[in-house]
């Protein structure tokens, strides 16, 4: 069963930093695009960042110069680096992938979420 684990949230003071990684797990064929979301409470989940299999990103405009995707392709990872965290970054965080498993179509996959505090 096609499996998406995340770590590395936790609580950080306004401006600091943290990394995020997500893992793909299982019998996986082929996965396309990659990114991360994030839903703040009382709002809608939204796109953070997101990375195609051949590296072009794109990111929301409210992170842009201060967060950057990356993958690993081999190892099925991708990761979220995060500088100059605001109060308003405090959000759980959400892994996503477009993944083909064995014997499957292609499916959209979301982690369990992890979550994201910055304090003021």
């Known amino acids: 069963q096609v499996q998406l684990a995340e770590s590395g949230g936790g609580l950080v003071q306004a401006g600091g930093s943290l990394r995020l990684s997500c893992a793909a797990s299982?019998?996986?064929?082929?996965?396309?695009?990659m990114g991360w979301y994030r839903q703040a409470p009382g709002k809608q989940r939204e796109l953070v960042a997101g990375?195609?299999?051949?590296?072009?990103?794109n990111y929301g405009d409210s992170v842009k110069g201060r967060f950057t995707i990356s993958r690993d392709n081999a190892k099925n990872t991708v990761n979220l680096q995060m500088h100059s965290l605001k109060p308003e970054d405090t959000a759980v965080y959400y892994c996503?992938?477009?993944?083909?498993?064995?014997?499957?179509?292609?499916?959209?996959?979301w982690g369990q979420g992890t979550q994201v505090t910055v304090s003021s």
């Open positions: 299982g019998p996986i064929v082929n996965i396309a695009d």
């Open positions: 990375i195609t299999r051949r590296g072009n990103t």
């Open positions: 996503n992938a477009d993944i083909t498993a064995w014997n499957a179509d292609q499916h959209d996959y």
